[in-house]
């Protein structure tokens, strides 16, 4: 299938346009340095805009950093080889996302999106009973048009921070491709796991654990990294436009590929709860508090995180 094709060439050129640019960021100055690295002062406060899953972890302020936290110094370290600087990110990105969901003050948010998507699931053929089957291809192509029109945005603001030295759209470019890649990470284990046939496969019901690879229905990849990039843009610009453009792309990204008969309901409400809480958190790890964005300085996340797991 085309759409299969194009999620797994979409995120796997998303994986490797990371590791080859982003890297390279930081080398060029130390000032870029501080910017694409998780300073010890860095942090996350609760944001205004709009979100699913506000998984971060809210500390303290100034504090030392507690005993029993990973050592960072080998992430900051300049003279240190670029992939594994980038490698011991990924990992400690990884390691908060999958802590998150166990974590006190997040229980709230996980029995919502649990609570949810086994509503969805149970109304999942119903709902797919009534959309219409005209119009398939004209939804997929508005699809193709948003996604390829917030991707665009998001690389030339990447590429303008690069030749121009304008440190907050370097961040910005940095942290959107750190965000894909911890996506990617998250979702190709969930497909190979669950399985999910899509609408009009199989049985046409649904059923989970058919065929165990990237091109399967659940979670929804297109509204999964679409409100990923969306959400960390819009708390990097959280002026009304930006958050209007980017979360619209989202949601044209995601119910077009719904009325294309691609997803399950199910599918795309897991998308993107999951997209938005990967953005979340690797946004409030690595943004920087001087820039005018959601990022706050006067809370850390270690300590609640060393506290809530003890």
């Not at 998150?100 to 999942?124: C, E, S």
């Not at 965000?179 to 009009?200: E, G, K, S």
């Not at 999964?224 to 436009?241: C, G, H, I, N, R």
């Not at 989202?250 to 691609?262: K, N, Y």
Request: glycine content about 6%; overall charge neutral.
């Amino acid at each position: 299938m085309t759409l299969n094709r194009s999620i797994l060439q979409f995120t796997l050129t998303s994986l490797a346009v990371t590791l080859i640019t982003f890297p390279a960021a930081g080398q060029e100055s130390s000032s870029v340095n501080a910017l694409v690295t998780p300073p010890a002062a860095r942090g996350t406060a609760l944001a205004s805009n709009f979100r699913v899953g506000d998984f971060r972890l809210e500390t303290q302020p100034d504090d030392p950093a507690p005993d029993g936290a990973p050592d960072t110094s080998a992430a900051t370290d300049p003279h240190q080889g670029l992939v594994k600087r980038s490698v011991i990110r990924i990992g400690q990105d990884q390691k908060h996302l999958y802590l998150a969901p166990f974590q006190p003050h997040n229980f709230k948010w996980d029995a919502i999106v649990l609570i949810g998507t086994g509503a969805f699931i149970a109304a999942d053929r119903h709902i797919e009973n009534n959309v219409s089957h005209a119009n398939f291809h004209a939804y997929q192509t508005t699809s193709n048009i948003a996604l390829a029109g917030l991707a665009s945005s998001l690389a030339g603001i990447y590429l303008y921070g690069a030749r121009t030295e304008h440190h907050h759209a370097r961040e910005t470019g940095a942290i959107e491709l750190e965000t894909l890649v911890n996506t990617f990470l998250i979702y190709a284990p969930m497909q190979l796991v669950f399985a999910r046939q899509r609408p009009d496969e199989g049985n046409n019901r649904g059923d989970f654990f058919k065929h165990h690879s990237l091109n399967t229905s659940f979670p929804g990849g297109h509204a999964m990294f679409t409100w990923a990039m969306a959400s960390v843009l819009a708390d990097e610009y959280p002026k009304p436009w930006a958050r209007i453009l980017s979360y619209g792309a989202a949601f044209t990204v995601t119910f077009s590929r719904f009325m294309a008969r691609d997803h399950w309901s199910s599918d795309m409400f897991v998308g993107t709860a999951l997209g938005l809480a990967i953005a979340e958190n690797t946004f409030h790890a690595r943004c920087d508090p001087q820039f005018e964005s959601q990022c706050k300085h006067h809370q850390r996340w270690w300590k609640v995180m060393k506290t809530e797991v003890q």
